[in-house]
């Protein structure tokens, strides 16, 4: 009887081997094949001169600094939920982090004013972004596409970069910011499953649009 019980866990303890290790290769798999299709998105977006990639912890997405016409430089950031590992995927859901995407457009022109649009969403408790200087800010809600947005403002300057969200699918949008430090058009996209080819697209007329709107 005792030997059976032993044989029992260890047949148990292999197959949970086994399972975490199928489930290990198969997320690593994933996401390397989503760090190269989001490379190749943003690439054909901004047709860059020049790029350097640095790539987070293996499979976990990569910072990018592009050299493109019209701009000082174009930096993007991938940030992947790790699928790698089945121990910590349950904390990734709880938390509702999904992968996400920064874009962050350095502007030739200095940038006039401070400006922020953030989906409101009462999921993002936990990945809501600090505005360190909102007390300075004016603020106010609108509505986007049946959605709450916050946004904060110094004055009117920008409140035509509203159409950048159009440009792209809302579900994905999270956060847009112009600030005047450093003069930085930023984007962040966050989801679990994303269109490339419309990624792409989304990229392409937002460049366009930074690029004649500063």
Same mark, same amino acid.
């Given at each position: 009887?005792?030997? @059976?019980?032993?044989?029992?866990? =260890?047949?148990?303890?292999?197959?949970? $081997?086994?399972?975490?290790?199928?489930?290990?290769? +198969?997320?690593?798999?994933?996401?390397?094949?989503?760090?190269?299709?989001?490379? #190749?998105?943003?690439? %054909?977006?901004?047709?860059?001169?020049?790029?350097?990639?640095?790539?987070?912890?293996?499979?976990?997405? =990569? +910072?990018?600094?592009?050299?493109?016409?019209? =701009?000082?430089?174009?930096?993007?950031?991938?940030?992947?939920?790790?699928?790698?590992?089945?121990?910590?995927?349950?904390?990734?859901?709880?938390?509702?982090?999904?992968? $996400?995407?920064?874009?962050?457009?350095?502007?030739?022109?200095?940038?006039?004013?401070?400006?922020?649009?953030?989906?409101?969403?009462?999921?993002?408790?936990?990945?809501?972004?600090?505005?360190? %200087?909102?007390?300075?800010?004016?603020?106010?809600?609108?509505?986007?596409?049946?959605?709450?947005?916050?946004?904060?403002?110094?004055?009117?300057?920008?409140?035509?970069?509203?159409?950048?969200?159009?440009? @792209?699918?809302?579900?994905?949008?999270?956060?847009?910011?112009?600030?005047?430090? %450093? %003069?930085?058009?930023?984007?962040?996209?966050?989801?679990?499953?994303?269109?490339?080819? $419309?990624?792409?697209?989304?990229?392409?007329? +937002?460049?366009?649009?930074? #690029?004649?709107?500063?």
């Amino acid at each position: 009887m005792q030997l @059976f019980v032993i044989n029992k866990y =260890f047949t148990l303890l292999v197959g949970l $081997s086994v399972a975490i290790s199928i489930l290990y290769i +198969a997320g690593y798999k994933h996401n390397i094949k989503l760090m190269k299709l989001i490379a #190749e998105s943003l690439e %054909n977006a901004l047709t860059p001169r020049d790029k350097l990639y640095t790539y987070l912890g293996g499979v976990l997405g =990569f +910072a990018v600094d592009y050299d493109v016409d019209g =701009f000082k430089k174009v930096h993007a950031t991938l940030r992947l939920i790790p699928r790698q590992s089945i121990l910590y995927l349950p904390f990734v859901f709880l938390t509702n982090r999904k992968d $996400s995407l920064q874009l962050m457009f350095y502007t030739k022109n200095p940038i006039k004013s401070e400006f922020h649009l953030i989906k409101e969403s009462v999921l993002d408790f936990f990945t809501k972004p600090k505005i360190y %200087n909102r007390n300075k800010l004016k603020s106010k809600i609108v509505e986007i596409e049946g959605k709450k947005w916050e946004m904060l403002y110094e004055d009117e300057t920008y409140h035509n970069f509203i159409n950048l969200i159009n440009f @792209f699918n809302s579900r994905h949008f999270k956060h847009l910011a112009i600030t005047k430090e %450093n %003069n930085i058009v930023y984007i962040k996209l966050e989801f679990y499953k994303i269109d490339y080819k $419309s990624l792409t697209t989304s990229i392409q007329k +937002a460049k366009k649009f930074i #690029e004649a709107a500063v």
